[in-house]
């Protein structure tokens, strides 16, 4: 596989989604440009520390794993399995490197169990650890593959600390995903965390505004409050919500706290990117579309879902699945909806 880092997004995605595709189809890669379109191009630490582990579960053969490097050689074998541990060493994202991993684990000869040490779970430019565990597993659940995620302690930026184990349950024959239909709301929930920060109330804070701005629209929303001392070297929060509809989809929106950001901001931030995918009626939100694409790819059947936009990250990862897993994609667009199919 040759890939050029530099096409469509230029980012992250690319690194781990090539990575992926090569681990699970035992496939030799060659990456290079690797993500040529950032402000800093090259390997950064999460993104290292990701080729390392994903190394580890396939016992692969490595070349230009360093900080900095935009070219890398992987040469994989059988996806083992087992029990690993890692460190980021920064506020890098834990959610992050997971998702890269996470498919590779579905095709695992055995349970897989990874343990993510001193990184951030909730970060700017990555979806909390929270939506990983409500939005994601969950909807991976339904595709066979068992995903469970345990929070030993949050990380924030800029010193991170974040420490997060994932359990894997292989499922070598993914089931496809057809959710063509929004139906109704069933019901939405949520979980507001914070850390060391009790006595501003700012989970219970960030919870009430997001419920008061989602009752403007109609909508009950029974939000659990966290009040979280896990990590007493790094204070931080986040909010994340999910709304269940009666077809069977699962749609989320999510916020992190930060200097300077009031916790009725974070709060409301939440409701509102929920509000967007349900104003919408998509199936899927606009993270969830490109997250499912490699499992859409590697799935028996058609897969079809409803985004309501075409984010470059959705675009990229529909890319690589074709070029490098052989997937065939549909795209149409329907009013103000996209619809996703995996032929």
């Known amino acids: 596989m040759e890939v050029d880092g530099a096409q469509r997004s230029g980012s992250g995605t690319i690194l781990r989604m090539s990575v992926a ?4 189809l035992n496939e030799e890669l060659h ?35 360093k900080i900095g490097s935009e070219e ?28 890269g991993v996470l498919p590779i684990c579905a095709f695992a000869k055995g349970q897989v169990q ?39 302690s949050y990380g924030y930026y800029p010193v991170g600390m ?26 939405i929930r949520g979980v507001s965390v914070c850390t060391f920060l009790k006595e501003r109330k700012v989970a219970e804070r960030q919870a009430e505004a997001a419920k008061q701005l989602l009752g403007k629209e109609g909508y009950g929303a029974e939000v659990e409050v966290v009040y979280d001392t896990s990590n007493p070297i790094q204070k931080g929060s986040s909010v994340v919500l999910w709304a269940k509809t009666t077809t069977g989809a699962l749609l989320g929106g999510d916020s992190i706290g930060e200097l300077r950001k009031s916790s009725e901001v974070v709060g409301k931030e939440a409701a509102q990117n929920l509000l967007d995918e349900l104003r919408a009626g998509a199936t899927v ?7 499912l694409v490699p499992y859409a790819a590697l799935a028996r059947g058609r897969s079809a879902y409803l985004a309501r936009s075409m984010t470059e990250h959705l675009e990229t990862n529909i ?7 052989g997937a065939k994609f549909a795209l149409e667009k329907s009013g103000n909806l996209y619809r996703i199919e995996k032929l």
Not at 168 to 178: F, K
Not at 285 to 291: G, K, P, Q
Request: charged fraction near 25%; include cysteine.
């Open 21 to 24: 595709f090569a681990s699970i």
């Open 31 to 65: 990456i290079y440009n690797i993500r040529k379109k950032r402000p800093q191009p090259g390997l950064r630490p999460q993104h290292l520390e990701f080729v390392l582990v994903a190394a580890k579960l396939c016992n692969a053969e490595v070349r230009g794993a």
């Open 72 to 99: 890398l050689w992987f040469k994989p074998s059988d996806v083992a399995g087992g029990t690993l541990e890692a460190e980021i060493g920064t506020a890098g994202s834990i959610p992050m490197l997971l998702l």
């Open 114 to 152: 990874i343990r993510i040490g001193k990184g951030g779970t909730d970060v700017r430019n990555s979806p909390t650890v929270n939506y990983l565990r409500y939005v994601l597993a969950p909807t991976l659940s339904e595709m066979g593959l068992e995903v469970g995620i345990d929070v030993k």
């Open 162 to 187: 974040g420490d997060v184990t994932m359990r894997v349950q292989p499922a070598r024959n993914l089931r496809n995903v057809r959710l063509t239909e929004f139906g109704s709301v069933k019901e």
């Open 285 to 291: 939100d606009v993270h969830l579309a490109d997250m």
């Open 319 to 325: 890319w690589l699945a074709e070029e490098l897993a």
